[in-house]
């Protein structure tokens, strides 16, 4: 087992998917690319079983949280959220404590 750092902040989005189409699938990738080449997000990883989604991206500061937050192109995006894809959804910012792995040899 390994013990490495870990980046500072978790964003943990949890949605009830209303419909998932090919514009959803478009912007997803089209927002993970901006978060991670733009913002400083360094993991994005997502998930989708039956009509539950969970996606999680790991951030070294608050200040780029919020920057991501308030991107113009974003937040276009957040009202679509709201309005199309997602009956419901949930986000928590949390401080990572520890991270620690075992990886294959």
């Known amino acids: 087992m390994q013990?490495?750092?870990?980046?500072?902040?978790?964003?943990?989005?949890?949605?009830?998917i209303n419909k998932l189409d090919?514009?959803?699938?478009?912007?997803?990738?089209?927002?993970?690319e901006l978060?991670?080449?733009?913002?400083?997000c360094t993991e994005f990883v997502s998930v989708t079983e039956g009509e539950q989604e969970i996606s999680i991206s790991?951030?070294?500061?608050?200040?780029?949280?919020?920057?991501?937050k308030q991107n113009a192109e974003h937040l276009v995006v957040q009202e679509l959220g709201k309005s199309e894809w997602y009956k419901s959804y949930q986000?928590?910012?949390?401080?990572?404590?520890?991270?620690?792995?075992?990886?294959?040899?």
């Open 3 to 16: 013990i490495k750092k870990a980046p500072v902040y978790a964003v943990i989005f949890k949605a009830k």
């Open 22 to 32: 090919q514009a959803y699938s478009e912007t997803a990738t089209r927002m993970r």
């Open 35 to 40: 978060a991670i080449n733009e913002y400083g």
């Open 58 to 68: 790991y951030w070294n500061n608050k200040k780029d949280i919020a920057a991501w």
């Open 91 to 105: 986000v928590q910012v949390v401080e990572v404590i520890r991270e620690y792995e075992k990886k294959q040899k």
